[in-house]
């Protein structure tokens, strides 16, 4: 630059010499600082991990009735950028490992949304009902509908009809013969009845539940076949998972203990998924008003995350005579169940 100012150029020249050098000059530093920082590297998996497993960001996934990609996916929502050194972290779409296959109002949407805490597990949302409504869609739309995943995390849906409905363990061997099957009961009785709480809340002008219960009042036979009291027949939808599953790759998890003990009961699911207990009791506290627990708040958040208002609804009240001839009813089945499981529930 020196030599060039004082050239005998005409001044105009060494103007423009002057101005096209510091061009060059300028835009070189910026390129070789931005080649620098391109070598910045995706977050590792543990730093992805907050210091208390609250990392509830990452599996707030919801399926969409198009395959769309699922909302709330954040940094792992998909197939990342490969890097400068051509290195690619990979989160894709693939078929769930593990299942929650029941039963209806027996606390799965606690259990869900207590997993998804979780860093190593992807859970999905919603209900795909993928084998007992839509499996003519295919493998390929199921595997669209999960949340993307990276290698070592577990993929998870839950869709509480899957335990009731009599072609879902064969179509779900067909998908796998290894998938983790989770089933939460709960007193079949109580079961029930919430159940018919959730029933009049859509349709209130359904008859009692005492009415319902019966298919003939004069003799007292209860109507088996009515399904908030079918589904409380574990005994016989078990039998047929377990002719397509070994009872190792089944998991019960009681309803009782999930709202008494929830870490209690996280730390035998998390067992059972061959993960590490990250999900403890210090994520929990008991909401007196709901009669279940919540989570306390997560990093980020001021406010505590309870259930919606869809849950721990108050029962109806029922006719003790009503409730003693359903446990009466219930009791050879509830045996036979115990038996087939090795463990007492305690439902009376």
Not at 53 to 68: D, F, I, K, M, Y
Not at 120 to 138: K, M, N, Q, T, V
Not at 318 to 324: F, H, L, T
């Amino acid at each position: 630059l020196i030599m060039l100012m004082s050239s005998p150029l005409p001044g105009a020249i060494s103007h423009v010499i002057l101005c096209f050098s510091l061009v060059y000059l300028l835009t070189g530093c910026c390129e070789s600082e931005l080649t620098e920082n391109s070598e910045i590297k995706t977050p590792t998996h543990e730093f992805l991990v907050s210091w208390s497993g609250w990392l509830h960001e990452r599996n707030g996934s919801s399926a969409t009735t198009h395959g769309l990609p699922a909302a709330g996916e954040g940094a792992l929502g998909g197939r990342l950028e490969a890097n400068s050194s051509g290195k690619e972290w990979t989160a894709t779409r693939r078929l769930p490992q593990a299942l929650i296959i029941g039963v209806k109002k027996g606390g799965t949407r606690a259990l869900l949304e207590f997993l998804r805490l979780h860093p190593d597990i992807r859970a999905l949302g919603s209900e795909p009902h993928f084998f007992d409504r839509h499996y003519a869609r295919g493998l390929a739309w199921y595997r669209s509908m999960m949340p993307k995943a990276l290698d070592g995390q577990i993929v998870m849906e839950k869709t509480p009809r899957y335990f009731v409905t009599v072609e879902t363990p064969e179509r779900v061997h067909s998908m796998s013969q290894d998938v983790k099957l989770i089933v939460v009961v709960r007193d079949p009785v109580t079961r029930a009845i919430s159940d018919y709480t959730q029933i009049i809340s859509k349709t209130p002008n359904i008859p009692p539940f005492e009415s319902l219960v019966f298919k003939n009042h004069t003799t007292g036979q209860i109507d088996s076949l009515w399904s908030p009291l079918w589904i409380g027949l574990y005994a016989q939808h078990l039998e047929r998972w377990l002719a397509w599953f070994p009872r190792t790759q089944i998991h019960l998890v009681s309803g009782e203990r999930l709202i008494s003990d929830p870490a209690g009961e996280l730390g035998k699911v998390q067992d059972f998924l061959g993960l590490q207990r990250i999900v403890t009791d210090k994520h929990f506290y008991f909401n007196k008003t709901k009669g279940f627990p919540c989570l306390k708040k997560p990093e980020g958040s001021s406010k505590p995350h309870c259930l919606g208002k869809t849950k721990g609804r108050t029962h109806a009240t029922i006719d003790p005579e009503v409730m003693q001839r359903l446990r009466d009813f219930y009791k050879p089945h509830n045996q036979r169940f115990y038996q087939m499981v090795g463990q007492d529930f305690g439902w009376q």
